[in-house]
């Protein structure tokens, strides 16, 4: 790859993270100096949240990031490729307002949709990756969601490369009804299929990761991994105790309980993210290398 394209790659890559998240903001407005900690309440300096990753300092409390921030993390400079940028939802069903609530979604967060996937190398070694981003429609599936997901798996095993996918969501798209429904099918043959081809699968849950996603893709990683804090589940712990009318153990459903009764392989700091995800890769190489 010559210089200069890796330089306007990276550019890119930057542009995005800038304008992801990136509202209306009145010139007139006083900006705030310090951005409170969701979980502890401590007032932490902006550029402290974005020096510790938007971990909080005080309590290690894990804030959604958005997807390509995540993936300016963690991909090598010069090497981000999107695939599928232009893949969007439309209104299939014509649901009221929906066409709206896109529109909104699109400026408000600067994402096309609540995924992003990308080709790339992560410590010298190409990977495929796709990003689920809760801050559009809580990450919520829908058809080009599940299309996403599904062409990255197929990048991935046509290229022979491995498959990262962050997952975020809030399950399924209602607006999309049954189309949304479809797309557990389509994710799980598609990452069965990449499985079955002898490809290396990563699933990282984060915070949350709940409905249909957990009931399809997410579940299906051959490492599964976690940010601390993280709920993971299919229905939300409010709606289980309703159900069974019983009170749930403590911690039900995050991260760290997952790990500890075998769903989740290991929780992960941010701060590890890409160190954790480099040594899976070499170590997929040399298994790799070794069967060859």
């Given at each position: 790859m010559n210089k200069r394209f890796s330089q306007?790659?990276?550019?890119?890559?930057?542009?995005?993270?800038?304008?992801?998240?990136?509202?209306?903001?009145?010139?007139?407005?006083a900006q705030p100096v310090f951005e409170q900690c969701p979980a502890c309440g401590t007032a932490v300096p902006k550029?402290?949240?974005?020096?510790?990753l938007y971990v909080c300092p005080a309590c290690g409390h894990h804030r959604p990031i958005g997807a390509y921030l995540r993936l300016s993390m963690l991909l090598d400079a010069g090497t981000f490729r999107e695939l599928d940028e232009r893949l969007c939802a439309d209104n299939a069903l014509d649901f009221p307002g929906y066409d709206e609530k896109l529109a909104v979604q699109?400026?408000?967060?600067?994402?096309?949709?609540?995924?992003?996937?990308?080709?790339?190398?992560?410590?010298?070694?190409p990977v495929v990756l796709a990003v689920m981003d809760s801050r559009f429609l809580m990450g919520s599936m829908g058809a080009a969601v599940g299309e996403k997901i599904a062409r990255a798996a197929d990048a991935?095993?046509?290229?022979?490369?491995?498959?990262?996918?962050?997952?975020?969501?809030g399950g399924?798209?209602?607006q999309e009804g049954i189309l949304s429904l479809m797309q557990m099918a389509k994710t799980a043959e598609a990452i069965t299929r990449f499985q079955a081809a002898g490809g290396l699968y990563i699933s990282w849950l984060t915070h949350p990761t709940?409905?249909?996603?957990?009931?399809?893709?997410?579940s299906l990683g051959d490492v599964t991994l976690a940010e601390p804090g993280a709920l993971i589940g299919f229905a939300g712990p409010r709606v289980i105790e309703q159900t069974i009318g019983q009170t749930l153990p403590e911690g039900f459903q995050r991260a760290e309980y997952l790990e500890e009764h075998g769903?989740?392989?290991?929780?992960?700091?941010?701060?590890?993210?890409?160190?954790?995800?480099?040594r899976l890769l070499r170590l997929h190489g040399k298994g790799g290398a070794a069967r060859g």
């Open positions: 306007r790659r990276e550019r890119m890559l930057r542009l995005k993270v800038l304008r992801e998240g990136a509202g209306p903001v009145r010139r007139t407005e550029g402290k949240w974005a020096e510790n699109r400026r408000r967060t600067g994402l096309a949709e609540a995924a992003v996937a990308a080709m790339g190398r992560v410590c010298g070694a991935a095993r046509k290229g022979k490369l491995p498959l990262v996918i962050f997952c975020a969501s399924a798209r209602m709940t409905g249909g996603v957990t009931a399809s893709f997410a769903f989740v392989d290991a929780v992960v700091p941010r701060s590890e993210m890409k160190q954790t995800l480099c």
